[in-house]
């Protein structure tokens, strides 16, 4: 049933739901990550609930960013070429990486994002249609 949607809903449509999706699972991980990381800085009080604030909305935002990006990439290649394959996913995970790490201005860390999610969506992509 996932190809059939893929074939027939709008991007847009795909890219909102996997922004919702994994967004909230990055907002799950910033709330078991975030408490562990204020107690290890030694924040205290109200700015230990300001800092957990933060954090699970930065996970969220950037988690569902990615995902996104990969998504709406992914699916405009896909209609664009006229074909389901690896390369799909490879060109998205690269774009959505570089995108990402992007902010930090290193050339450095884009590549080396970029390689890695790439290479991570190509597999998840090669495991899902295997």
Same mark, same amino acid.
């Given at each position: 049933?996932?190809?059939?949607?893929? /074939?027939?809903?709008?991007?847009?449509?795909?890219?909102?739901?996997? %922004?919702?999706? =994994? *967004?909230?699972? #990055?907002?799950?991980? *910033?709330?078991?990550?975030?408490? !562990?990381?204020?107690?290890?800085?030694? =924040?205290?009080?109200?700015? $230990?609930? +300001?800092?957990?604030? $933060?954090?699970?909305?930065?996970? #969220?935002?950037?988690?569902? @960013?990615?995902?996104?990006?990969?998504?709406?990439?992914?699916? #405009? @290649?896909?209609? !664009?070429? /006229?074909?389901?394959?690896?390369?799909?996913? @490879?060109?998205?995970?690269? %774009? +959505?990486? +570089?995108? %990402?790490?992007? *902010?930090? /201005?290193?050339?450095?860390? =884009?590549? *080396?994002?970029?390689?890695? %999610?790439?290479?991570?969506?190509?597999?998840?992509? !090669?495991? /899902?249609?295997?």
């Amino acid at each position: 049933m996932e190809e059939e949607l893929d /074939r027939v809903a709008p991007c847009s449509s795909l890219a909102v739901d996997s %922004v919702i999706r =994994v *967004g909230a699972a #990055g907002a799950i991980w *910033g709330f078991c990550a975030a408490p !562990y990381d204020a107690r290890k800085q030694g =924040v205290t009080g109200f700015s $230990r609930a +300001a800092f957990v604030a $933060r954090s699970i909305g930065g996970f #969220g935002f950037q988690c569902g @960013l990615v995902a996104g990006i990969f998504t709406s990439t992914r699916c #405009g @290649l896909q209609r !664009y070429r /006229r074909k389901d394959d690896l390369v799909n996913a @490879l060109i998205a995970g690269a %774009v +959505a990486g +570089a995108t %990402v790490a992007a *902010g930090t /201005r290193s050339w450095k860390q =884009v590549v *080396g994002t970029t390689c890695l %999610v790439s290479a991570f969506s190509t597999a998840a992509d !090669y495991f /899902r249609t295997s």
